[in-house]
Structure formats: structure tokens, C-alpha cells
């Protein structure tokens, strides 16, 4: 069921990207310049849609970062108290057995 739909999709890509290819050739031949076609949509995407999206995520990764960076230096803390009560309790127990 899902590889004609994969065929499809493949087939679609292959005749988009050939065509794109048979302009550049042609635009390059006849020196034709020309804004949109056949690759001056992707500056246009890069700059519309890529440039401001990954702005918005590259905040939201310094978010995540300094969230799990507090998180770890807490989690880090709360071992470090664990382990000086143990310690605490072990020297307890060697000078004194009977507690």
C-alpha cells in the first residue's frame, strides 16, 4: 500500500528537480536572468521562511538548555546532599555502633 504512495512522491520529486535542472541549463544558454526560476525560489524560501523559522527555534532551544542546565545543577545539588548525609551517617555508625 505505501510504495505506490512513495513511488508517487519519488516521481513528482524527480520531475520537479529535472525540470529545474532543463531551466537552469536554458537560463544559462540564452543568458536569461531570471528571479524565481529555476532556483531563485529557494533564496526566496531561505530568506521568507527558513531564516525566521530557525531564529524561533534557535530561541526556543536556549530556553530548553537553560531549563535542563538548572535542572541538572539541582539534580547535581541534591546528590551532593545525599552523599554528605551519607558519608555524615557512616562516621556516625563507625564511633558509635550502638545508634
Do not use: Q, R
Request: contains cysteine.
Amino acid at each position: 500500500m505505501l510504495h505506490p504512495i512513495f513511488d508517487y512522491i519519488y516521481n513528482i520529486t524527480m520531475g520537479v528537480i529535472t525540470i529545474a535542472l532543463w531551466l537552469a541549463i536554458l537560463c544559462k544558454a540564452f543568458k536569461i536572468e531570471n528571479k524565481y526560476l529555476p532556483f531563485g525560489f529557494l533564496e526566496i524560501f531561505k530568506t521568507n521562511v527558513l531564516v525566521p523559522m530557525l531564529k524561533g527555534a534557535w530561541k526556543g532551544i536556549k530556553y530548553i538548555s537553560k531549563v535542563l542546565f538548572k535542572w541538572i545543577v539541582f539534580t547535581i545539588e541534591k546528590i551532593w546532599y545525599l552523599l554528605v548525609e551519607i558519608i555524615k551517617k557512616l562516621f556516625e555508625l563507625l564511633f558509635d555502633p550502638s545508634v
